[in-house]
């Protein structure tokens, strides 16, 4: 069974950072593309960003660009969300999720991540 658990979440001031982890277990972890989601109160959940399975390539969506890093440490079976210059309209659950087929690219579409984690509160203040 394929388990997703997010960390790292907290509150912090505008400007602030936060490192979100997202634990993998149930299965091989490094063969398979990950992303990183949020949901805001009263908004659709979406696309942060997203990375292949060797690491070897990322995407981000365009308001967190050039802000956030995402990584992978595939010895620990786990992804990483360094966010930096952190703004009150990056407040949400952020959610981690991962593809169900091997070695295939990374997708920045929500419906093509087939395992989620349950989130992780980011609140940032003014």
């Known amino acids: 069974q394929v388990r997703l658990v997010e960390s790292g979440g907290g509150l912090v001031q505008a400007g602030g950072s936060l490192r979100l982890s997202c634990a993998a277990s149930g299965r091989s972890f490094g063969v398979y593309p990950m992303g990183w989601f949020r949901q805001a109160p009263g908004k659709e959940r979406e696309f942060v960003a997203a990375i292949g399975w060797s690491g070897g390539s990322t995407a981000y969506a365009d308001s967190v660009k050039g802000r956030f890093t995402i990584s992978r440490d595939n010895g620990k079976n786990t992804v990483y969300l360094q966010m930096n210059s952190l703004k009150p309209e990056d407040t949400a659950v952020y959610h981690c999720?991962?593809?169900?087929?091997?070695?295939?690219?990374?997708?920045?579409?929500?419906?093509?991540?087939?395992?989620w984690g349950q989130g992780t509160q980011v609140t940032v203040s003014s």
């Open positions: 999720a991962s593809r169900a087929v091997r070695y295939i690219g990374y997708s920045i579409k929500e419906t093509d991540y087939d395992y």
